[in-house]
C-alpha cells in the first residue's frame, strides 16, 4: 500500500510555463471518468474516506494516520491519504467502516440498524465480488459524484527522487493541478512534503491558502448539502 501525499495549486498559464522551465517532462495526456460512492447519511467521507471507481479500478483512499502531523502553514498545504486499490481490500474495509459506524450509534436510529442487518446478510451471501456495483446496492451506497477529467501529467527528475506533476481539467469546467509524492506506507512523508514544497517552490507557488480540489468545486456546485456537512465536519 502506498500513501500519496500531494499539494493542490491553482493552474494558470505561467505555472505551466514555468514547468517546461524547470525541466518537466510531459508523459502524457489521458481521459478518464470517475464515480465517487458513499451512504445516504455519508458515512465514509464523513470520516474522510473516499470510495471511487476511475474506469472500472477501484481505490479507496483514507486519511495516512502514520508519519508526523502537518506543523508548520506550508506542510497543512499538502494532504496525505493512505491508497488501497485491490478490489478486495477496498470491500473489506468499506464494510467493516459502515458496520463499525452502525454498531456506534444504532440502538435509537432504526434505518442505522437495517443497514447493519444488510451488512451482517452480506457476509453470509456476497463474499464474492463477481458483480462489480451490486456490493454497493447491498450497503445501501450510492454514487454522489461523477466526472471526467483531462489530465497531462509531467514527471521532475530531482536528487530527492521523482515528483509527479498532474494538470487537471474537469467536465464542469475547473481546472487544477497537483503535486504529487508516492510514498510507501512505512516511508518518510515528510521527507515528501519537503519535495512537493521545493517543487512548489521552483513553480514560483506563493500561495500559502489551500487550493480547492475537483471533489471541493463539485460539492459545492451540484451537492451542496454534502459540502456543508463536510466543511461542518473540517474534512474540506
Ligand atoms: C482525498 C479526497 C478526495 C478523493 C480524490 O481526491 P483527489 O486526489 O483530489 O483526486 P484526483 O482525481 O487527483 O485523484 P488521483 O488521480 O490523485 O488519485 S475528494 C476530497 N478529498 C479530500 C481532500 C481534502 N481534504 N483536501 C484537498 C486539498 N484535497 C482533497
Redesign the pocket.
Given at each position: 500500500m502506498t500513501v500519496?501525499v500531494?499539494r493542490?495549486f491553482v493552474c494558470d498559464a505561467e505555472v505551466i510555463g514555468r514547468l517546461k522551465d524547470i525541466g518537466a517532462q510531459c508523459i502524457g495526456q489521458r481521459q478518464f471518468q470517475?464515480q465517487?460512492f458513499d451512504t445516504l447519511d455519508f458515512i465514509l467521507t464523513l470520516k474522510?474516506f473516499?470510495l471511487?471507481c476511475r474506469e472500472g479500478l477501484w481505490?479507496l483512499?483514507c486519511p495516512a494516520v502514520l508519519g508526523s502531523k502537518p506543523v508548520t502553514e506550508i506542510e497543512t498545504l499538502c494532504?496525505r491519504?493512505k491508497?488501497i486499490t485491490s478490489f478486495p481490500l477496498v470491500q473489506s474495509e468499506v464494510r467493516r467502516i459502515i458496520k463499525e459506524h452502525t454498531a456506534e450509534g444504532s440502538e435509537s436510529n432504526s434505518s442505522q440498524r437495517e443497514q447493519t442487518d444488510k451488512v451482517r446478510e452480506n457476509e453470509d451471501t456476497d463474499c464474492c465480488p463477481t458483480d462489480d456495483k451490486k456490493w454497493l446496492t447491498d450497503l445501501n451506497m450510492v454514487c454522489f459524484a461523477e466526472f471526467k477529467?483531462e489530465r497531462c501529467s509531467y514527471i521532475l527528475e530531482r536528487e530527492e527522487g521523482t515528483v509527479r506533476v498532474?494538470l487537471?481539467k474537469a467536465d464542469f469546467d475547473y481546472c487544477v493541478g497537483?503535486i504529487?509524492v508516492l510514498v510507501p506506507e512505512v516511508g518518510d512523508i515528510n521527507a515528501a512534503v519537503q519535495r512537493i514544497t521545493k517543487i512548489a517552490a521552483e513553480l514560483g507557488l506563493s500561495c500559502e491558502k489551500?487550493?480547492?480540489?475537483?471533489?471541493?468545486v463539485f460539492l459545492q456546485r451540484y451537492r451542496p448539502d454534502h459540502y456543508t456537512k463536510l466543511l461542518s465536519a473540517h474534512?474540506?
Open positions: 500519496e500531494e493542490k470517475d465517487y474522510d473516499w471511487r481505490e483512499k494532504t491519504y491508497e477529467t498532474d487537471d497537483e504529487e489551500k487550493v480547492q480540489g475537483k471533489m471541493d474534512i474540506l
